[in-house]
């Protein structure tokens, strides 16, 4: 089955107000990131957050390990925070040389004027 | 400072046909590299990683090929491709300290027609 979950699978938010955006995860896990995949499909890696917060302007980012779990939150949204954003994450019960990820589906977030 | 290279950017290419993507990783010795998929609509999945010059690994099997001839260089092929193999291709490397996060080329999207 799957083993990252994110919700919701879209959200449409006016300009100014705050996102949350939700991943859990079904298994034990090593790290996760958040990426921002542009229309065109490349990735930009918006956090590296192994456990805990981290903070990067506007951007918020929560890992709870023992939880499984991970959450992204954008205050004030802007317009241009429009577009799908992945969670990914790696088990801890493989090795890390494997690089394997295992993505969710994306939340697509739509800013409005 | 590492960089990643992809290339082609985009292609369109005939039922049958034969591909090769490649991928080129500056700046990094040794790097661990990892071919990422993603079909239209898709999730992201891993194809293939190696942690070293001729050893590659298959994560799905798709009917598609990897090598690494060089070590800062990673080959992706088929002879024949299918319509399934559409989508959108990533490269990625990281460095061996586990747990390191994982940098992505900005892929490359494939069209078969």
């Known amino acids: 089955g799957q083993q990252v979950q994110q919700s919701p699978t879209s959200l449409v938010l006016q300009e100014g107000e705050n996102a949350e955006l939700q991943c859990n995860f079904s298994t034990s896990l090593n790290s996760m990131q958040w990426f921002y995949q542009r229309p065109g499909g490349s990735l930009i890696s918006v956090f590296y957050n192994p456990s805990g917060t981290k903070q990067s302007g506007r951007l918020t980012s929560t890992t709870v390990i023992k939880e499984r779990r991970s959450s992204l939150h954008i205050s004030s949204s802007q317009i241009t925070d429009s577009g799908t954003y992945l969670c990914?994450?790696?088990?801890?019960?493989?090795?890390?040389?494997?690089?394997?990820?295992?993505f969710g589906a994306g939340t697509q977030l739509i800013v409005i004027p | 400072a590492q960089t990643i290279h992809q290339w082609p950017v985009a292609e369109i290419k005939a039922v049958g046909s034969p591909l090769s993507l490649g991928c080129t990783i500056k700046g990094k010795s040794s790097p661990n590299l990892y071919w990422y998929w993603q079909a239209t609509g898709g999730t992201l999945q891993q194809l293939f990683y190696?942690?070293?010059?001729?050893?590659v690994e298959s994560v799905v099997q798709l009917n598609l090929s990897a090598s690494r001839p060089k070590d800062d260089q990673f080959i992706l092929s088929t002879e024949k491709l299918l319509l399934s193999h559409s989508g959108f291709y990533l490269c990625?490397?990281?460095?061996?300290?586990?747990?390191?996060?994982?940098?992505f080329g900005h892929g490359t999207k494939l069209s078969v027609l």
């Open positions: 990625a490397w990281r460095g061996t300290i586990s747990n390191e996060r994982l940098f």
């Open positions: 990914a994450m790696e088990r801890s019960d493989r090795g890390s040389a494997l690089g394997r990820l295992h």
């Open positions: 190696s942690i070293t010059v001729g050893q």
